[in-house]
């Protein structure tokens, strides 16, 4: 399994949708838990990094800083 490297702002793709309908999410804050925010409704969560590595699916748009 290769190793997914994303960054802050970066938006993801997750592997369940969201009630709302869509399943692309923004990075907003890294640490040891990574919060990311709804690209559909705006609703933000926070997951531990491990779970979050486990769920995401791709990188759909990387942040150019």
Known sequence: ??????N???VVEMKKQHPC???RWKI???GM???I??????HSV????REFMRKMK???EKHEE
């Open 1 to 6: 399994m290769e190793k997914k490297e994303f």
């Open 33 to 35: 838990d990574i919060r």
């Open 46 to 49: 926070m997951l531990p990094r």
């Open 8 to 10: 802050l702002h970066d």
């Open 58 to 60: 791709k990188i759909v």
């Open 37 to 42: 925010k709804c690209e559909g409704c705006g």
């Open 28 to 30: 907003i804050r890294m």
């Open 21 to 23: 309908g869509t399943n």
